[in-house]
């Protein structure tokens, strides 16, 4: 079992930032230490979507409305992936999951708050 602890949510204007964290504990051993990271939001009535992306190699994907604003990033040492937000708009607001996908096997965070709003 994989734990995912998702952190640094909150309330934000538009045009300011957040620092996600994402800290993963438990039996993280992956085939061939092959894994993924992957960022997700939902909205209110809406389905969950892709934001971000981290492979174990450093390769990194993001969703065309975040791409320039939103950096996603990684602590081997202490098995903490970051999601850096700039540049907040109001269609960012949702709930951020972190997801670990390795060895055919995926595991979610619980989930964290990000709302941007005057």
């Known amino acids: 079992q994989v734990q995912l602890v998702e952190s640094g949510g909150g309330l934000v204007q538009p045009g300011g930032s957040l620092r996600l964290s994402c800290a993963a504990s438990g039996s993280i051993f992956s085939i061939n230490n092959i894994y993924w990271y992957r960022w997700y939001r939902q909205a209110p009535g809406k389905e969950r979507e892709l934001v971000a992306a981290?492979?174990?190699?450093?390769?990194?994907n993001y969703a065309d409305s975040v791409k320039g604003r939103f950096t996603i990033s990684k602590d081997n040492a202490n098995e903490v992936v970051y999601l850096q937000m700039n540049s907040l708009k109001p269609e960012d607001t949702g709930v951020y999951y972190c997801?670990?996908?390795?060895?055919?096997?995926?595991?979610w965070g619980q989930g964290t708050q990000v709302t941007v709003s005057s």
């Open positions: 997801n670990r996908f390795a060895s055919s096997v995926g595991y």
């Open positions: 981290i492979s174990s190699v450093g390769r990194t």
